[in-house]
């Protein structure tokens, strides 16, 4: 008993489930287009029923003839002719027009289900009597006028457009042939479709431009029973695809899987009195069908065991045989959508195609990716390997190419490597990623390696380069820089010159082989050089923070050894101020040199340019004008340092020769038109800061340090010399032997034997040792002897008035103090006047400088803060000294 389904219930309602039921029960998507959906219209009770179920063996719901006439069918319902075996034949049975249970003016179903039966359906069975054919208002006529009328909303003439078969089924067909009545039929067809209101488009069309007309006849199902039958099953025979006389014709239509869909939604649009567009529709379905045939391809893909498989062994590592595996996957699941899409809409179906595939790579690509990087990896991994070995003593880089030479072919052997691997085990047929992107990251990769490997052969060729650099540079530039003599500075860039041009030589034959460009090269040989000259600065600034002590050092080694290196032992010919001023000017070149870092020969700032263009004078002498400088200002305070300590204003000496220098410098500064050192604030002609060492004030400051120094150095210089023209002279001045002999043996025993004379001699000698001493009549001749004659000349009568205000003070403590003993004041009081009188006389007796000294010591133990200060604690510690020697 075949299935029956009612699509469209009596309230005129889709039963989609039904439906869908019924198209799975009965594998319509298996069917794909090859089947064939027939339906029938008519008048109620006009045997529809009866000829469907005797036609397609179908089981519709007859009227009982006995129960007279009434309506059975309600609404549409559909079954699956199980005689037609050739085709599947969908059969579907159409309520009965011009029924009383709708009423007589509810046309408005009928009109939608024909409609529906039109759209749907590829063959319209059309119930006719035959006793209406020819007549003018045969029960039939007004339902094919509603057709006629309706299928003018669904299709339009097209030439290549299937026409709906129209096949008028005659009932109770009488002896008449059937030639004569389809004639007949065919006038009253052709009347009535004049006779129907058309668009403007179609007003000259005729009915066979939209329909494929069909006649049967079929014998009285009452009285002529067997005949009916037989018709009947001659009937159904015209629905085998093969017949000769078939009723079905191959066309496109919708495939069985979108069948429930297709009916569904032209019935929605049907229902809802828009107009049915057919080949929208159709291409809607399409839509829908191939958006899920694509979705189902894809989920079975993802699903699939063998890709599953393939996405858990990729995450390991590099898989053999990957892209030909992917490939099979993707291709079998493009070809199930092929399959399955095939009958609908062409663009819609290479539409969805085309998403299908985009779809597909994005999900295989990340797996792909993967799979790119680690075959990528193992090949860059296989070339580090080589270019390693390459590189080692003895490997490809040692020949005749050297590096270039052996990193080409590693990477040209790498390329080859990635080339076949991907041929063999990463190529997705069908995919867009033919290898050619891959190989270019891969050779991205290739060159980036060998750069950084170039780049850290040269670095490290550039160390050992500056390493010797270094080395060449430092202990040059740290000798001359212990001398800071005059012309240090084109010595030291010399110095840099050799040194960078050495270590240059050094890098360029060991990078030989590394293919550098002229300009790569010209860079490393300028960074060299850059290098050599920023070392040798760092020396000179590091030196600059050590001016002073370097200055005394100098100074000391000037001051204190001879020409031959030998220490001076500061005899009375030695001209201390002359070696002092030459020990200073040596020490003040320290000063200049490290004041300002020099521009190297050739190379002078703008605005020195400009100067010394105006001036016409060469760059070198730049430089010199700062020396110049400070020379000026280190001569002139020399000169008044040594003037001071001549004068016997030691302990001044610092202050006053500064003040002097300063009056001094600065006059010879502006009298020669160049730089003034005491009030320059900077350098001019140095514009760059960072060249500028010590501003003109620091070298000021450093230069008063060094002077202090300085003087207290020669102060002991002097103090020593005058120690040692004492210590020399021991024995009788010659002018005295000579007196002694001029005054001859006899009068000198006078002399002895005549305590008065004896006495008064003596008194007379001790007045003079002490005049000899206050006028201190050798360091006044050391000036010559006319300027120390006429200087002791002007000095003769004050030391003579001071030696006998001494002498008087002197016997006036004597007695004092021997007054005080008489008086029985203590024998202490007594013995420190004595002492007191001892130390005087000693000190003034000496004569010396040191004894000088001493006694300005014992004075200022005495008297305490009455005493004139000391200038230093130097000067105090000296003086303690001299008189610990003088004691
Ligand atoms: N004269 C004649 N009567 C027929 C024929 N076929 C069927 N009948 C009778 O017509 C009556 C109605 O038959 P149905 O097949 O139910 O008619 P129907 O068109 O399907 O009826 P609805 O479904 O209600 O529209 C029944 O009593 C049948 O015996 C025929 O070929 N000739």
């Given at each position: 008993m075949a299935a029956i389904v009612q699509v469209i219930n009596g309230d005129g309602e889709f039963e989609s489930a039904g439906v869908q039921s019924f198209v799975d029960k009965n594998e319509l998507a298996q069917c794909r287009t090859n089947y064939a959906v027939v339906a029938i219209m008519g008048p109620q009770s006009s045997g529809k029923s009866t000829l469907l179920n005797y036609v397609f063996g179908t089981d519709f719901k007859m009227m009982d003839a006995m129960e007279g006439r009434g309506q059975t069918t309600k609404g549409i319902w559909m079954s699956k002719s199980p005689k037609v075996t050739d085709t599947t034949v969908l059969v579907m049975d159409l309520e009965g027009s011009d029924g009383r249970e709708r009423g007589e003016d509810d046309t408005n179903f009928e009109r939608q289900s024909a409609l529906f039966a039109l759209a749907v359906a590829d063959v319209l069975l059309v119930n006719i009597w035959c006793h209406d054919i020819g007549r003018e208002h045969g029960s039939g006529k007004p339902l094919l006028k509603t057709i006629f009328q309706v299928n003018l909303k669904l299709f339009a003439p097209e030439p290549d457009r299937k026409k709906?078969?129209?096949?008028?089924?005659?009932?109770?067909?009488?002896?008449?042939?059937?030639?004569?009545?389809?004639?007949?039929?065919e006038a009253d067809l052709d009347r009535m479709w004049d006779s129907i209101a058309k668009p403007a488009a179609y007003a000259g069309s005729k009915m066979t431009d939209f329909f494929q007309v069909q006649y049967a006849a079929l014998s009285h199902f009452e009285e002529r029973y067997e005949d009916f039958q037989a018709d009947a099953v001659h009937l159904r025979r015209r629905f085998a695809p093969d017949a000769e006389d078939t009723l079905i014709c191959?066309?496109?239509?919708?495939?069985?899987?979108a069948f429930a869909l297709s009916i569904h939604n032209i019935w929605d649009v049907i229902r809802s009195q828009k107009d049915l567009n057919l080949p929208a529709h159709k291409v809607m379905v399409a839509n829908i069908r191939c958006q899920e045939i694509a979705d189902d391809q894809l989920r079975a893909f993802a699903a699939d065991q063998a890709w599953a498989g393939l996405q858990e062994a990729a995450g390991l590592g590099a898989v053999e045989g990957f892209g030909p595996q992917v490939a099979g996957l993707m291709d079998s699941c493009v070809k199930g959508y092929e399959a399955e899409a095939l009958y609908f809409d062409a663009h819609v179906r290479e539409a969805k195609f085309g998403e299908l595939g985009k779809r597909l790579l994005a999900a295989v690509q990340p797996v792909y990716q993967a799979q790119v990087a680690a075959q990528t990896a193992a090949v860059l991994t296989s070339f580090e390997k080589e270019l390693k070995l390459a590189l080692l003593p003895g490997g490809a880089a040692s020949g005749s190419g050297g590096f270039v030479a052996a990193a080409a072919a590693c990477r040209a052997a790498a390329v080859k490597e990635f080339a076949a691997a991907f041929k063999k085990h990463l190529h997705i047929q069908g995919t867009p990623w033919d290898g050619t992107a891959e190989a270019a990251a891969l050779e991205a990769a290739l060159d980036a390696h060998i750069a950084k490997v170039r780049d850290e052969h040269v670095a490290a060729a550039v160390a050992r380069a500056e390493k010797a650099l270094s080395t060449l540079l430092s202990a040059p530039v740290i000798a001359l820089l212990e001398v800071c003599g005059p012309g240090m500075w084109p010595r030291l860039y010399g110095v840099c010159r050799d040194a960078a041009a050495a270590a240059d030589k050094q890098l360029l034959g060991s990078l030989a082989g590394y293919g550098l460009a002229a300009a790569e090269a010209e860079a490393l040989s300028e960074g060299l050089r850059a290098r050599a000259r920023a070392a040798m600065e760092g020396h000179v600034r590091e030196a600059a923070l050590t001016r002073l002590s370097r200055m005394k050092d100098r100074f000391q080694e000037v001051f204190s050894q001879d020409e031959s290196r030998a220490p001076r032992m500061w005899g009375a010919r030695d001209d201390i101020p002359a070696?002092?001023?030459?020990?200073?000017?040596?020490?003040?070149?320290?000063?200049?040199?490290?004041?300002?870092?020099?521009?190297?020969?050739?190379?002078?700032?703008?605005?020195?340019?400009?100067?010394q263009a105006a001036k016409g004078q060469l760059q070198a002498e730049q430089g010199d004008a700062i020396e110049a400088a400070v020379l000026q200002l280190a001569r002139s305070s020399s000169d008044a340092a040594s003037t001071a300590a001549t004068d016997g204003?030691?302990?001044?000496?610092?202050?006053?020769?500064?003040?002097?220098?300063?009056?001094?410098?600065?006059?010879?500064?502006?009298?020669?038109?160049?730089?003034?050192?005491?009030?320059?604030?900077?350098?001019?002609?140095?514009?760059?800061?960072?060249?500028?060492?010590?501003?003109p004030h620091d070298v000021r400051t450093?230069?008063?340090?060094?002077?202090?120094?300085?003087?207290?150095?020669?102060?002991?210089?002097?103090?020593?010399?005058?120690?040692?023209?004492?210590?020399?002279?021991?024995?009788?001045p010659l002018w005295a032997i000579a007196a002694m002999l001029a005054l001859?043996?006899?009068?000198?025993?006078?002399?002895?034997?005549?305590?008065?004379?004896?006495?008064?001699?003596?008194?007379?000698?001790?007045?003079?040792?002490?005049?000899?001493?206050?006028?201190?009549?050798e360091r006044e001749m050391a000036r010559g002897a006319l300027p120390g004659a006429i200087s002791l000349s002007h000095k003769v009568v004050p030391a003579c008035q001071s030696v006998l205000r001494k002498t008087a003070e002197s016997v006036q403590q004597l007695m004092h103090s021997l007054q005080e003993g008489q008086e029985g004041q203590g024998a202490a009081g007594g013995g420190r006047a004595a002492a007191y009188t001892v130390d005087h006389r000693a000190n003034s007796s000496s004569g010396t400088p040191a004894g000088q000294k001493a006694g300005r010591y014992t004075e200022l133990t005495r008297r305490g803060a009455?005493?004139?200060?000391?200038?230093?604690?130097?000067?105090?510690?000296?003086?303690?000294?001299?008189?610990?020697k003088a004691q």
């Open positions: 709906t078969v129209l096949l008028f089924v005659i009932r109770d067909k009488t002896k008449t042939p059937l030639a004569k009545l389809t004639e007949v039929l191959g066309d496109e239509k919708l495939p069985g899987d070696i002092a001023a030459a020990a200073r000017l040596a020490a003040a070149n320290v000063l200049a040199q490290l004041a300002v870092i020099r521009p190297p020969p050739g190379e002078q700032q703008p605005q020195q340019q400009q100067q204003a030691a302990a001044d000496a610092s202050s006053s020769s500064s003040d002097a220098a300063a009056a001094a410098a600065s006059s010879s500064s502006h009298a020669h038109g160049a730089l003034d050192l005491l009030s320059a604030a900077t350098w001019p002609g140095v514009a760059d800061e960072s060249r500028v060492l010590l501003a450093s230069w008063r340090e060094f002077m202090s120094y300085s003087n207290v150095a020669v102060q002991q210089a002097l103090s020593a010399q005058q120690a040692n023209r004492l210590a020399n002279n021991r024995l009788p001859g043996w006899n009068e000198a025993m006078a002399l002895l034997f005549n305590p008065l004379l004896l006495v008064v001699v003596g008194v007379l000698v001790l007045f003079l040792r002490s005049l000899y001493v206050e006028l201190d009549v009455a005493a004139p200060a000391p200038s230093s604690a130097a000067e105090f510690t000296d003086l303690q000294a001299e008189s610990k």
